[in-house]
């Protein structure tokens, strides 16, 4: 028989148990994956952050997440982060929470149901869409939308030329092998949309160009394996 010390030392031990799990459960959540410096400041990629980037993609598996969706989230940081660190060379207005709850709202449009994404931010940590480790998130992701505004997209020239261009060498051909035998709209007609293709074409070179030349000028070490 079990007399009363013996039994709250059983408790204790048991208390002791589960308090050891959840630490190591945070210890392995919170672990350093990456790190990024360019010699003034070193931003650093927790797992949690991989988790968080995968709850908000629509299809991205979360229990457990697989090993593919963690690389290829952990590689979209790796990029973030290179933009966060150039656009705090050029200080510009944080977004407001007119747009944060805006782009909140198209996150939540591309999921079956506001519930759904809800859960999902909870599976990994947060309380609701106005947890405001969230929405500090989500305003980090506008900045870095905005700075690619103004770095990238607001520099862009699309030339009458190029529109003709590609409209006889891309939009033509490829809309007669989709619609045989249909009248092809004039070039006039669907100017607006090669122009937003060309533009959307230029800003993904000149984005690529650019991690490219900031992935040489920083130091990225990968801390562990996920």
Known sequence: ???????????????????????????????????????????IITYSDLLWQLALQPGAQLDPPSKDDLNRALQTLINQRLFSLEAERIPRAAPTQDEIKADIKRLISLFPSPAEFERRLNR?????VSDDNFERIISERLAIDKYIDFRFRSFIVVTPADEEKYYKETYVPGFRRKYPGVVVPALDDVRAVIRGLLTEDKVSSQ?????????????IVILSDV
């Open 124 to 128: 990994v940590g947060f309380s609701s």
């Open 1 to 43: 028989m079990f007399d009363g010390f013996h039994i709250k030392l059983c408790k204790l031990l048991v208390l002791l148990i589960l308090v050891s799990g959840l630490i190591n459960a945070q210890t392995k959540v919170d672990r350093s994956v990456a790190t990024i410096t360019d010699g003034v400041r070193t931003e």
């Open 207 to 219: 984005i690529d160009t650019f991690l490219d030349e900031a992935k040489r000028r920083v130091e």
